[in-house]
């Protein structure tokens, strides 16, 4: 029969059933099943993950496990009773899982490891839990590092913090907002501490320990758990000790007694005793005593017979004895550095080492210290020498459980912080040191045995008292024997352990023996010592060594009746009189001598004399004044501690003192008093902090004198009342400082007596105390305060003691009002002030904050002084850490059963708001702006105290501000500090980030003012006109709701999981603004701009938008009903819109803003169909859309150094957008010095200097008005545009863009000579201007490159999409470092490798296309005067441009393969753009676009034109300044000559000067194939005039590569064909039997620099002797006669070109110049340029000479080679016409057209290049060298050959 269970439960399957029975359900291992019914070993329910599927399952199957009901009835829902921990590691592992996919993908590998391991840990920690099998104290210990793994992944992963008080986390609703705080710094404090950021501070070691977990404030002690594991050492066959000990280094001491540890004579393995007998407990261990330098120390003993010889081997002999083997150490800082105590047990291993026996006693001194020369490792261990395993335990139960398992406690040696008056010990440690002993006239020294035994007066031995080691006690001690030794020293430790009624008459004896290695089992007695344990004076033998006498005795009987007694013991022992015939039997060596050392532990016992008569009064009552006068003087020295020991036996005896048996005083009573106020005083010495709890179980327990408290309370009395007039005024202090105490003792002496009488004389005790009360009153108050403040102070530290004593005794009521009555008393010194609020704290926390009227009482006191301080901003500290008590005190009182009444006004709140809210908020308004420590906790007061305050406060409060209707200034202050404060609370994140628990319910308690602050708002603040109507107050009433609505910890897109009630809240704040908003009618026109961005802001709220956006309608409907129009509210949306964006905030705020204006065009539309202004919002809608678009395009690139483009060209938007649609200049302004921002970051200091032009030019020279400069406020408009001028010329001279900085110059010269006169300026313009000049002249200037960038694909931005652009490169930046660069800015576009229009699929793509490609730059149309520089015309050629050039070549037919330069045509596409570069950007869009196509003819001579262009530059270079480097002349030189060599010149005559090509010409291919020969003609002239330049400057080192060219120019002019005859009559003489003009002179340094310092560097190619030293350097002109004339050169010729040169020696028949004698044991040339110091290996730097490029035809010799010797002609040659043996003359110099020169690296560029035509299409020929305008042609292809034009 099926029962219903009585309660549902919940069961997990521990087995897999199939369900194999009739309607079974089946079941996995690990589901959950709801049982509902039973039938025997049956179940009926349902698995949780199908509540539909009910079913039936054997009991056997499943296990029911602890679980919660929900729910009645059918519904009823059962859920685990899991450990909330459990349950978080659950949810925390489910959050971190997807952050921890998005560590993958970022690629933060260390991040994705870590927080792996950590979640892989908590899985572990988690099922350990789960289990249930670990005891109480791993499981605790478990949980705590568990909760450090959570608190490290949450600060890893950037999520919130969780609260927790231990291990539990906390929930913040059952909890006040102060303890909260203290929550989360505990918190924060734990989790650093587990990160290891929190080091150890002072000695009291780690500031985080588990006192801190456990929140306990009391002094805990630690102990350490060392457990034996092995040692694999055998001692000789021999049985060993192991002894084991703290011993703290720094000190060299021990710290604890030694542990001792059998070893068997077949090792440590074999030997089995019990199953803990090798583990011990290191107990009483402190903080202090764990931050020591504390090592384990371990002695390894061997216990057996000397061998035969003593050398340990042989036959054994003589008897058993101790002897060293050897010692190892342990250090165990880093072991007990960890704070939190251990879980698990660690094992570590050291090693055993030996030295000489006589220095056995320091060998672990010497190892701690590292002095390893004394001794070596203890042969015959293994590796791992000793192994222990430690644990350091903590609690109680993990204590008891050690010592249940079998484990030894050894004790420290000394008390623990802590002795309880029950705590009985009474302990003696000796330590054996040392002896010295003669030899007795015997060769050998003695091998000397020590016993230590305890006898009593009549020589008894005391058995069992003492212990070698914890544990193993004795009767008697056998020390350690070296061998042959009269000076042994042992470093034995002893502990003696003699009762307490044989210890005054007991001493301790060392008898002396000889152990000899001949007698099997003879010990010889030859001597003894001993030690009396109690001095004559009854004290116990002091601490310290002592070095006994050593009397000689070898007869044992004779120690037996301890005759020896009346000797003396050592030299300090003089009160034996009568030792004569003692001293015959006793006979003593003065040279020998024993030292001991010892150290009292006891409770019992002292050492003290003065102690002693006290404790022992009643033996000399006549001494008793002199002996309390005595111990009132402890308290000052360092006996004090012995005071303290023995508190409870010196209480007893000063009660005992100070009253009779009838309760009448004693002489002694005052004096009495005064010892126990100063011990009372004592105790609140930090120092002895840890006794406190040692008087309080004294008073509560031992403490029985029930007649001393009339005598207590009039002490007291006449203390107060002597205070002002007593001159020493400590005995006043120590005595107000104890008031506590002793009204204490004096309250439960009452009690005492009560209980014996049945309450008598009550009444009288009740006045004593009210006297006393009145006395301490009195003192209080005194008006000479100067000498009586220390007293003062002490009176309100004790004060709060006082009156929990007085509540005992008087009550509440009665007590509080006496507490009132001292903490009323005038503060005026600092101690004393902060001494009052402690006191008032106190006294709160006490039965007085129980008492609901004794607690109205003193919080109104409290509030007062708090109020005080707080606006004084003194004690702020102790004001915010008393200001949390009182919050935390009420919050308390609350009872959560009770239903809360809202009007109930509860007048212990309303007496902290009315006292201190107002100042308090001032005070924070105070603090927020500063970085003040005290902050948080004061914030948090503040927040607390408005959690506790109810609707009916506020009206309280309300009134408590503004009595008067009329008297509202108050009322308006508070709340104006008020909404700031908040307001920046919310703004500014006083609470860290990760607080959120904290800083969401600081929002819930804003949430709930801000509803509260409306009121007086709406009742006394609004109105239609200004008096009434406070537009301020409203503004920042508007401005708070705003700031609670965008609050960062309200964000629930944030926070996922837990954003349901922080949505809630963030909706509720909103609904709240928008309530009041509609509540002001009229009156919002006087909030337009405040109420346009809080209305704005409250629209990303989706929730509100549609009811916002209504608000925002009606309120421009509003002011175009009263002002007709609606543009402030236009104004301000636009200002609200641009300020969002710069504000920066959360990405999908932008997201909805765009659902904002579509929302704001309906609504609008909606309203304004029917009121007549649909034009204008319509036209203002659209002006809005389009700067919303501009807006969102800034928003989306406003990060990262790789959007910067970006942000410039939307930054451009905008600022054309305010400038042109809405005319908005200050806003202009913004983004014009945002751009300059943005160059000056990317070192774009031209575009920076042009965009600061655009504000200069809305300036006037004659305007005096002050303009809306955000940079320069207060600055005249005329001065405003001066300081931009001098700012922008700075801009240009650093980007080297003088000729745009001159008409400025111009400018200001007019302003300071014509203007100002001001010719101070005037001079530093001009030179400036000067300055400039020069560098135009002077500076080496990189011209940029230009490229064409095509961006195409609907994945680009709308700015860019579909549209060309021309950029303008870096500095010495070319096509592939710009591509690069691009590419880091669209990471995700394609780059298209051809230069061939895009087709419709690539423009209508969803992702992004860039085309790229070098393009030329056409300068503008200038006249350019005669004479005018160089550098300028070059600057101009690049410079202020907007036209461009970009040629592709193309191939048509007919095409000759083997002359392809007939058919290669030129694509040249002109680009125009929108405006010049280099402008306000980088780049400039393309605006109009036209295509041409170029005839083979008219290409060949562009590239002879720009050929002859460089060359007549590179002269000109060199004629002007021929001591500069020659190398890129050498290098033009030899690729014009190879290139027309190898067939350049032959394939255009082939081409285009034949008769065939001019019959079919047009007269357009025939005018230019006529250009083609004269420019032929001029080119080799012009190559002519360069070699013969070229010849004269050339070192000794370039002379053999001049030769070449030389050669490889003759070889030039023979391959001239027919068509070139004329060209080749002009040539007709041999250059080289032209006479060279001499070079011009250098000067002395330029002449020392190539000479004497080595110009060029020996062994290089240029050093090899071609040139005799005899020939003379021949003077003259630079350029020959041939050189065609220019410019205005060609009307003034040099007239050193009149004269013919003289003609140079001719060259000896063996002279290396000869053409046909090759050039030999010539070095590659590669080697040989990395070698010279005055060549580049690059052309980065300007004045460096690029590489020589390479061969451009098939000969793959490289140029440095030596040609190959003429071969012979054949008799079927034709011949050239052309003599090596006759002179030529250049003729037709006019037919040369003159060009400008162009630059020379895009020749050399565009020579090391091949050219490339796309697949399927005939390759062009190699064209000549020289094509400088087509710097795109070849610079534009990429690698795999496809072009990018």
């Given at each position: ?214 929140n306990g404030s009391t002094v805990q002690s630690h102990n350490l758990m060392c457990s034996m594991r092995d040692f694999g050492h055998t001692a000789g066959g021999d049985e060993a000790e192991l002894l084991l000990w703290l011993h703290d280094a720094r000190r060299a001491q021990p710290l604890s007694e030694r542990f001792r540890i059998r070893i068997a004579r077949d090792g440590f393995s074999n030997y089995v005793d019990r199953l803990h007998a090798n583990s011990t407990l290191f107990a009483d261990l402190s903080a202090t005593d764990l931050s020591r330098e504390l090592w384990l120390v371990a002695w390894v ?870 009121e007549g202004w649909r034009e204008a919002g319509a036209a203002f809608v659209g002006c809005v859309t389009r700067l919303l678009e501009r807006l969102l395009d800034y928003r989306a690139v406003m990060q990262g150094t790789e959007h910067r483009d970006k942000r410039m060209a939307a930054t451009v938007n905008l600022l054309n957008f305010y400038k042109n649609e809405i005319d908005r200049k200050e806003m202009y302004l913004r983004y014009v010095y945002k751009l300059h921002d943005l160059h000056i970051a990317s070192d774009n200091f031209v575009e920076a200097g042009c965009t600061l032009l655009l504000y200069a ?549 565009m020579m090391s290049v091949p050219l490339h035509v796309d697949e399927g299409e005939t390759p062009p020929p190699i064209p000549p060298k020289g094509l400088g305008h087509l710097s795109s042609f070849d610079s534009g292809h990429h690698e795999n050959g496809e072009s990018h034009c």
């Amino acid at each position: 029969m099926w029962i219903p269970s009585k309660s549902s439960k919940l069961a997990v399957a521990v087995y897999n059933w199939k369900g194999d029975v009739r309607s079974g359900l089946p079941l996995e291992i690990g589901e959950t099943v709801q049982i509902l019914e039973e039938n025997g070993g049956w179940f009926r329910g349902f698995s949780t993950k199908n509540r539909s599927a009910w079913g039936i399952f054997p009991a056997s199957v499943v296990s029911i496990r602890p679980c919660t009901v929900k729910g009645f009835g059918a519904s009823v829902i059962a859920e685990f009773k899991d450990d909330p921990l459990v349950r978080e590691i659950a949810c925390v592992l489910r959050e971190w899982a997807r952050l921890w996919k998005k560590l993958y993908v970022e690629r933060e590998t260390y991040r994705f490891s870590a927080v792996a391991k950590v979640m892989r840990e908590l899985l572990n920690g988690r099922r350990a839990l789960l289990t249930g099998t670990l005891t109480q104290d791993q499981t605790r210990a478990l949980r705590l590092k568990l909760v450090a793994k959570l608190d490290w992944g949450n600060r890893k992963l950037g999520l919130e913090l969780v609260p927790r008080r231990g291990a539990e986390a906390v929930d913040p609703e059952d909890i006040s907002l102060v303890e909260l705080y203290r929550v989360h710094a505990e918190s924060a404090e734990r989790a650093a501490a587990w990160r290891g950021t929190l080091r150890r501070t002072g000695g009291s070691g780690s500031s985080f320990n588990s006192s801190t977990l456990s929140n306990g404030s009391t002094v805990q002690s630690h102990n350490l758990m060392c457990s034996m594991r092995d040692f694999g050492h055998t001692a000789g066959g021999d049985e060993a000790e192991l002894l084991l000990w703290l011993h703290d280094a720094r000190r060299a001491q021990p710290l604890s007694e030694r542990f001792r540890i059998r070893i068997a004579r077949d090792g440590f393995s074999n030997y089995v005793d019990r199953l803990h007998a090798n583990s011990t407990l290191f107990a009483d261990l402190s903080a202090t005593d764990l931050s020591r330098e504390l090592w384990l120390v371990a002695w390894v003993v061997r216990v057996g017979r000397w061998s035969g010889g003593g050398s340990g081997t042989g036959e054994w002999r003589g008897p058993v004895a101790r002897r060293p083997l050897g010692a190892g150490v342990l250090p165990l800082t880093e072991f007990l550095r960890i704070p939190e105590p251990q879980a698990m047990e660690k094992e570590f291993t050291f090693k055993v080492y030996q030295c000489e026996e006589k220095d056995f006693h320091q060998l672990h001194e010497m190892l701690i210290r590292k002095q390893m020369n004394k001794c070596n490792i203890l042969p015959g261990q293994p590796n791992y020498g000793i192994v222990v395993a430690l644990r350091l335990l903590s609690n109680a139960s993990s204590i008891s459980e050690a010592i249940s398992s079998g484990a030894t406690v050894t004790a420290k040696r000394g008390f623990p912080d802590v002795i309880m008056p029950g705590d009985v010990r009474n302990d003696l440690y000796l330590t054996l040191e040392k002896a010295e002993f003669e030899r007795g006239g015997k060769s050998t020294a003695k091998n000397v045995l020590a016993t230590v035994s305890v006898h009593d007066d009549t020589g008894q031995v005391i058995n069992d008292c003492v212990w070698g080691a914890s544990g193993c006690g004795a009767t008697r001690f056998d020390s350690l024997v070296l061998y042959h030794n009269n000076a042994p020293a042992w470093a034995e430790q002893l502990r003696l352990t003699v009762p307490l009624d044989t210890f005054t008459h007991a001493h301790v004896r060392i008898e002396f023996r000889h152990c000899s290695t001949r007698d099997k089992n003879e010990r010889k007695l030859f001597g003894f010592s001993f030690a009396r344990l109690m001095e004559a004076s009854g004290a116990t033998l002091r601490d310290g060594a002592h070095e006994l006498y050593v009397y000689k005795c070898d007869d044992p009987s004779k120690l037996l009746s301890a005759s020896y007694l009346s000797l003396p013991s050592c030299a300090t022992d003089t009160a034996r009189a009568n030792t004569n015939g003692v001293l015959s039997a006793f006979p003593r060596s003065t040279k020998e001598n024993c030292i001991i050392s010892t150290l009292l532990c006891s409770t019992k016992l002292t050492q003290n004399e003065d102690l002693l008569a006290l404790l022992q009064w009643r033996a000399h009552p006549e001494k008793v004044q002199e002996t309390l006068l005595r111990v009132l003087r402890l308290g000052d020295g360092l006996s004090c501690e012995e005071l303290i020991k023995f508190l409870r036996d010196v209480l007893d005896a000063l009660f005992a003192l100070f009253s009779t048996e009838d309760g009448n005083s004693t002489p002694h009573s005052g004096t009495v008093f005064l010892v126990l106020v100063s011990i009372c005083s004592l105790l609140d010495e930090s120092r002895f902090q840890h006794f406190r709890p040692v008087l309080d179980v004294y008073i509560e327990e031992h403490f029985s004198a029930a007649l001393v408290y009339k005598g207590l309370l009039s002490s007291v009395q006449h203390c107060a009342e002597w205070a002002a007039g007593a001159e020493g005024q400590e005995p006043i202090r120590k005595c107000l400082r104890s008031l506590g105490c002793v009204f204490r003792l004096a309250v439960r002496s009452r009690r005492l007596f009560a209980r014996a009488t049945g309450g008598q004389y009550e009444d009288s005790f009740r006045r004593d105390v009210r006297a006393a009360l009145h006395a301490l009153r009195q003192l209080a108050h005194h008006p000479h305060r100067d000498h009586l403040a220390p007293a003062q102070v002490a009176l309100m530290c004790s004060w709060a003691g006082v009156i929990r004593e007085v509540c005992a005794a008087l009550g509440a009521v009665e007590a509080a009002r006496a507490a009132v009555g001292v903490l009323d008393a005038p503060a005026a010194a600092p101690p004393l002030a902060r001494a009052r609020l402690a006191a008032a704290q106190e006294i709160l926390k006490g039965p007085l904050g129980e008492d609901p009227e004794a607690r109205n009482i003193i919080l109104t006191t409290a509030c007062h002084h708090l109020r005080v301080h707080l606006a004084r901003r003194d004690e702020l500290p102790q004001c915010a850490e008393m200001l949390g008590e009182l919050v935390t005190l009420l919050w308390k009182k609350e009872d959560p059963d009770e239903p809360i009444d809202e009007d109930e006004l509860d007048p212990d709140v309303d007496v902290l708001c009315l006292n201190t809210l107002d100042v308090l908020v001032e005070t924070v308004l105070h603090l927020i702006g500063g970085n003040s420590p005290v902050l948080g906790s004061m914030v948090a007061g503040l927040l607390g105290v408005m959690e506790l305050l109810k609707p009916a406060h506020y009206q309280r409060l309300w009134s408590h501000l503004a009595p008067h209707p009329h008297d509202r200034k108050p009322l308006k202050d508070f709340l104006m500090r008020a909404f700031l404060v908040f307001r920046h609370l919310i703004e500014q994140d006083v609470f860290p980030s990760d607080w959120m628990v904290l800083r969401v319910q600081s929002c819930k308690v804003l949430l709930a003012a801000l509803q509260e602050l409306a009121k007086p708002l709406l009742e006394r603040f609004l109105g239609d006109e200004p008096p009434q109507f406070d537009s301020q107050l409203w503004s920042g009433y508007l401005e708070l709701g705003v700031a609670l609505v965008t609050a960062s910890a309200l964000q629930s897109e944030r926070w996922v999981s837990r954003g349901g009630e922080r949505s809630r809240m963030r909706t509720a704040a909103g609904l709240q603004v928008l309530a009041v908003w509609t509540r002001l009618g009229n009156a919002q026109l006087q909030l337009i701009g405040p109420a346009v961005g809080a209305l704005l802001e409250v629209t990303l709220v989706g929730e509100l938008r549609r009811a916002a956006l209504g608000a925002l309608v009606a309120l421009m409907a509003a002011e175009r009903a009263h002002a007709g129009s609606a543009r402030r509210t236009e104004a301000a949306l636009v200002d609200k819109l641009d300020s969002l964006v710069a504000d920066n905030k959360a990405d999908d705020h932008y997201r909805r803003l765009f659902d904002t204006v579509e929302h704001l065009s309906s609504v609008l539309m909606e309203r304004v169909s029917s009121e007549g202004w649909r034009e204008a919002g319509a036209a203002f809608v659209g002006c809005v859309t389009r700067l919303l678009e501009r807006l969102l395009d800034y928003r989306a690139v406003m990060q990262g150094t790789e959007h910067r483009d970006k942000r410039m060209a939307a930054t451009v938007n905008l600022l054309n957008f305010y400038k042109n649609e809405i005319d908005r200049k200050e806003m202009y302004l913004r983004y014009v010095y945002k751009l300059h921002d943005l160059h000056i970051a990317s070192d774009n200091f031209v575009e920076a200097g042009c965009t600061l032009l655009l504000y200069a030019e809305t300036l006037s020279w004659d305007s005096d008005q002050l303009g809306a400069d955000p940079e320069r406020p207060e600055v005249v408009e005329w001065k405003r545009k001066e300081a931009l001028y001098n700012q922008v010329l700075q801009y240009f001279d650093r980007g080297k863009c003088w000729e745009k900085g001159l008409p400025l110059l111009g400018e200001l010269a007019t302003l300071y000579e014509v203007k100002l006169c001001d010719y101070a300026r005037l001079a530093h313009t001009l030179r400036t201007n000067a300055t400039f000049l020069d560098s135009i002249l002077e500076q080496l200037r990189p011209e940029p490159e230009y490229f064409r960038v095509g961006f195409y694909g609907k994945g680009c931005p709308p700015f860019v999409r579909n549209k060309q652009f021309v950029y303008r490169g870096l500095e010495y930046e070319r096509i592939g470092a710009f591509t690069q660069r691009l590419q880091a800015e669209y990471a995700a576009a394609h780059i298209l490798m051809r230069n061939t229009p895009p087709d419709e699929s690539v423009v209508a793509a969803d992702g992004q296309y860039i085309q790229i490609c070098n393009v030329k730059p056409v300068p503008a149309r200038r006249v350019w005067p005669a004479g005018a520089p160089e550098q300028a015309k070059r600057f101009y050629a690049c410079n202020d441009v907007d036209t461009f050039l970009c040629d592709r070549p193309l191939h048509k037919p007919p095409i000759d393969k083997d002359n392809e330069f007939k058919s290669l045509w030129i694509e040249r596409t002109t680009l125009v753009t929108e405006s010049t570069l280099p402008g306000i950007l980088r780049w400039s869009e393309v605006i109009s676009r036209s295509v041409e196509e170029i005839p083979p003819v008219e290409f060949a001579c562009e590239t002879m034109e720009a050929t002859e262009r460089e060359l007549r530059s590179l002269i000109s270079q060199y004629t002007a300044d021929p001591t500069q480097n020659i190398n890129p002349f050498s290098m033009r030189l030899q690729g014009t000559i190879d290139a027309n060599v190898q067939g350049g010149i032959t394939k255009y005559e082939q081409a285009f000067l034949t008769p065939e090509f001019g019959r079919t010409a047009s007269p357009r291919e025939a005018a230019a194939a006529a250009k083609l020969r004269r420019l032929i003609s001029s080119q080799l002239a012009v190559v002519d005039a360069g070699l013969t330049l070229h010849g004269r400057l050339a070192p000794d080192e370039v002379k053999p590569l001049h030769r070449r060219l030389v050669e490889r120019f003759t070889q030039l002019r023979q391959n001239l064909g027919p068509g070139l005859a004329r060209a080749r009559r002009q040539l007709s003489e041999s250059i080289v039997n032209t006479p060279l003009p001499p070079v011009p002179s250098l000067d002395k340094r330029s002449h020392s620099i190539q000479q004497n310092e080595g110009y060029y560097e020996d062994g290089h190619l240029y050093n090899k002797p071609i040139y005799s030293a005899e020939e003379p350097l021949d003077q003259g002109p630079i350029m020959s006669a041939s050189l065609p004339a220019t410019g205005s050169n060609a009307m003034d010729p040099d007239p050193m070109s009149k004269s013919a040169p003289p003609l140079p020696l001719r060259p000896k028949s063996g002279d290396p110049r000869s053409p046909t004698r090759p050039i030999l044991d010539r070095e590659p040339l590669e080697e040989d340029v990395e070698t010279r110091r005055h060549s580049r290996a690059s052309w980065s730097e300007p004045g460096d000479a690029p590489p020589l490029p390479p061969r451009v035809s098939g000969d793959k010799r490289s140029w440095g080679e030596a040609p190959a010797v003429p071969r012979r002609r054949a008799a079927d040659e034709r011949d050239s016409g052309v003599s090596v043996d006759h002179h030529y003359t250049n003729a037709d110099r006019h037919d040369l057209d003159l060009v400008e020169s162009l630059r020379y690296e895009e020749i050399i560029s565009m020579m090391s290049v091949p050219l490339h035509v796309d697949e399927g299409e005939t390759p062009p020929p190699i064209p000549p060298k020289g094509l400088g305008h087509l710097s795109s042609f070849d610079s534009g292809h990429h690698e795999n050959g496809e072009s990018h034009c």
